[in-house]
């Protein structure tokens, strides 16, 4: 069974920095393409960041430059560096990855922006 965890989440000021953790039990992780979406109160998921299996990354336009993901394949796991957070950060954060056409996500962590 496939378990993804997320950590990390939690409350901070506009202007702060949060390090989010994703930690996937898959054998040969290191192969696998792994994601963070996020979720706001009334809006849909929306893809935030993407990391594939040589490093590659690529960023929503909202996030370029102030987040930068990132993997670790020794730990089978994945994070996300958020810096310079703004109101519209606000959100649950989802750690995602597609094995053999079925995708699997976290339970979701808070993440809150708030003075």
């Known amino acids: 069974q496939v378990q993804v965890v997320e950590s990390g989440g939690g409350l901070v000021q506009p202007g702060g920095s949060l390090k989010l953790s994703c930690a996937a039990s898959?054998?040969?992780?290191?192969?696998?393409?792994m994601d963070w979406y996020r979720q706001a109160p009334g809006k849909q998921r929306e893809l935030v960041a993407t990391?594939?299996?040589?490093?590659?990354?690529g960023y929503a336009d909202s996030v370029k430059g102030r987040f930068t993901m990132s993997r670790d394949n020794a730990k089978k796991t994945v994070y996300m560096q958020m810096n310079s957070l703004k109101h519209e950060d606000t959100a649950v954060y989802y750690c995602h990855i597609r094995l053999w056409g079925v995708e699997y996500w976290g339970q979701g962590t808070q993440v809150t922006v708030s003075s």
């Open positions: 990391i594939t299996s040589g490093g590659s990354t």
């Open positions: 898959v054998s040969s992780f290191s192969i696998y393409t």
